[in-house]
């Protein structure tokens, strides 16, 4: 279950029991994750589905969508519980692997445009043109510490998001929540131009109807450009894939990159659909 502690007890960690029920799964909570809920106005209780806008099914949360919040950890936390935002994220992840989940999983945050309601989604601390948003450069301390010298911030999402990837459901209230995440990310994008006159409209032809990882340029093109060329999509898709098959990152920590294994050969895809037969059987 998602844990709660609250900011000025960060280190106390209680579980939120209430009226919630969970199936069974391997890929633990990670520790540290904050709980700070975004002002209410700012999302929706549950997910209720209006086919006429979302794509999707109803009460099925089966994609992830990244972001990049231009700006700092505590300015999108700070936004986000203010009620003039009309916005808000699951989660905001700091540079440095901090975390703070600001609405439950599953409810409704209002960050992701037509795939809110079927998506958990993800406001990544920093800036989508920084070639540096998930590494470190050559002139910090904890260069070379690293797999790739990723910094925490690409640990903490993959790990957070495995987690939402091994569990099946939810219930609160009465309503069955199913997780249908795949260890994918598609390529695809959605269809969209600007018209400019006689004032300027942003219009979207052919919205993205996917399950997986997607960043916020791939939902609406022209306009979003995060979390940008430099997020590495294949080695952060290993890391997602690691904690699902290990428990643990095996691509991040120096000492624990493993040799070459039929990952490359099966596919992050067969080998999560695999893991999760093995678990329900």
Same mark, same amino acid.
């Given at each position: ?31 540290? =994750? ?5 002002? *209410? ?21 089966? +994609? ?14 700070? $936004? ?7 916005? +808000? ?13 600001? =609405? ?5 945050? $209002? ?33 070379? *510490? ?18 939402? =990837? ?8 009465? =309503? ?56 590495? $999509? ?27 294994? *039929? ?19």
């Amino acid at each position: 279950m998602e844990f709660r502690p609250t900011i000025k007890q960060a280190a106390t960690f209680t579980l939120s029991l209430t009226l919630i029920a969970s199936a069974a799964h391997a890929v633990s909570y990670p520790k540290g =994750v904050v709980w700070d809920e975004a002002h *209410t106005s700012n999302l929706t209780r549950g997910r209720a589905y209006n086919s006429n806008y979302q794509v999707g099914q109803k009460n099925v949360i089966d +994609s992830i969508a990244i972001h990049t919040t231009e700006g700092s950890y505590r300015s999108a936390i700070n $936004w986000f519980n203010n009620s003039a935002a009309n916005a +808000s994220a699951h989660y905001v992840i700091g540079k440095d692997g901090s975390a703070t989940q600001m =609405v439950d999983s599953w409810d409704t945050a $209002w960050t992701t445009n037509y795939i809110n309601r079927r998506s958990i989604s993800f406001e990544m601390a920093g800036y989508a043109s920084d070639q540096y948003q998930w590494t470190y450069a050559s002139d910090e301390a904890d260069y070379g *510490t690293t797999y790739k010298n990723y910094r925490p911030n690409l640990d903490k999402l993959a790990h957070i998001s495995a987690y939402f =990837v091994d569990l099946d459901t939810k219930v609160k209230n009465g =309503v069955t929540y199913t997780y249908d995440i795949p260890i994918a990310h598609p390529t695809e994008s959605a269809e969209a131009h600007y018209v400019w006159h006689p004032e300027t409209e942003y219009i979207i032809d052919k919205k993205l109807d996917t399950k997986g990882f997607v960043g916020h340029s791939q939902i609406t093109p022209h306009r979003k450009s995060d979390p940008g060329k430099y997020f590495p $999509w294949d080695d952060f898709m290993l890391m997602v894939d690691s904690y699902v098959q290990h428990g643990e990152n095996r691509y991040y920590d120096l000492s624990t990159i493993p040799e070459p294994t *039929t990952a490359s050969m099966i596919g992050l895809a067969g080998l999560a659909l695999l893991a999760r037969r093995r678990r329900k059987n």
